[in-house]
């Protein structure tokens, strides 16, 4: 079974310009889920999506947005970039069958690097 | 304030020696605490998953425990080899709240020949 893939692997932005990021599950998983790691803060969770809804939501402005398509592809929208949003996007799937974060597995894509000029 | 705090933050061992770390957690209420294993440049590795219920859970050389009363989990690794190399993370699950996962900072395990 092919992993989570996410693309692209790295991409370099403007501050103010927008950015989408896609991630493809593994296949049969529904859930979804988005998180930005830095030096400083860590991992920390934006969003889940199950079966094309937003399940959960971290805390994070609203610049930062997503969606699920109906093959459970996802992507993650930044607008208004700025330089703090530099960061590893890193894209969870997993089996779960509810969207809520019980005791299944996430396997997690290798993530997009982004560096914001 | 739901908060997971791992220690040491970074940890220097020779290959084939144990070692052994530490998550503190104040996550209430508490669904269930994942240790991840991250290589630098690669996404997190699950390396267990243990619910309230669950005090022991291995996985090879890895064994996490859980004290759900004092809130506490440790990770320990045994016989040491350099592909261990990583940071591992604390990730605590609460059903309720704005942050369904709360992650601690990691702690940074260099094992050296």
């Known amino acids: 079974k092919a992993g989570v893939t996410q693309t692209p692997r790295y991409l370099i932005k403007t501050r103010g310009q927008q950015v989408t990021l896609s991630c493809s599950p593994i296949?049969?998983?529904?859930?979804v889920s988005w998180y930005q790691q830095t030096p400083g803060q860590g991992l920390q969770f934006l969003f889940e999506?199950?079966?094309?809804?937003?399940?959960n939501k971290g805390n994070f402005p609203g610049r930062f947005s997503g969606r699920q398509f109906s093959n459970s592809r996802s992507e993650m929208n930044v607008s208004t970039l700025e330089l703090g949003d530099s960061a590893l996007y890193l894209c969870?799937?997993?089996?779960?069958?509810?969207?809520?974060?019980?005791?299944?597995?996430?396997?997690f894509g290798p993530g997009t690097r982004l560096t914001v000029t | 304030k739901n908060q997971v705090e791992q220690s040491p933050q970074s940890l220097i061992i020779l290959e084939g020696k144990n070692c052994t770390l530490q998550?503190?957690?104040?996550?209430?209420?508490?669904?269930?605490l994942r240790w991840y294993k991250q290589d630098t440049g690669r996404g997190p590795v699950s390396l267990t998953i243990?619910?309230?219920?669950?005090n022991t859970k291995s996985n090879g050389r890895y064994t996490a425990t859980l004290d759900a009363d004092t809130k506490q989990s440790s990770l320990h690794i045994t016989a040491s080899q350099l592909s261990d190399s990583a940071s591992y993370i604390c990730?605590?699950?609460?059903?309720?709240?704005?942050?369904?996962?709360?992650f601690g900072k990691g702690t940074r395990l260099s094992v050296i020949a």
């Open positions: 990730v605590v699950s609460a059903p309720t709240g704005n942050t369904p996962l709360v």
């Open positions: 243990m619910t309230f219920s669950e």
């Open positions: 998550c503190n957690y104040t996550v209430s209420p508490f669904s269930n």
């Open positions: 296949s049969g998983h529904r859930s």
């Open positions: 999506y199950f079966s094309e809804t937003q399940r």
């Open positions: 969870a799937s997993s089996p779960s069958t509810s969207g809520s974060f019980g005791p299944y597995e996430q396997y």
